[in-house]
């Protein structure tokens, strides 16, 4: 079992749109279809105006670092053999924000401020199922 299989996404008919634009390489959102609100997290209704109608719209996956922290312990077993690892809240350029990880450069280079675009990292669960966390790497 992967080490991280404890703190995976449990797939469902709310989610599974998000978890498959991610594992085709796309970061997706719900788009409200009564008010266009980007609604994330994921949700059965839109939190502007109720309506329980939504497409899973494409995203560019571009964002920047609005803020960030570095775990130096493992407060959970599943983290233990990543860290340190850094915890990153990304604006994205269409609005919503995220919590995700920067990968791909070394903790200490990463800055509030950074341009990121989204690069997703394949997992294989238990149940033999992939998926594909989003991540966010420097771009440029
Ligand atoms: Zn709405």
Redo the contacts with the bound molecule.
Sequence with gaps: MDALEPVLPVLSDDNRGFWDAARAGTLAMQR?A????LRYPISPI?P????PDFAWTPLSGRGTVLSFVIFEHAYNPAWASRVPYNVALVQLAEGPRMFSNVVGIPNEQVRVGMPVRVSFEPVQTAGGSELAIPRFAPAG
């Design positions: 409200c009564a008010c266009g609100h839109c502007r105006c109720l309506s």
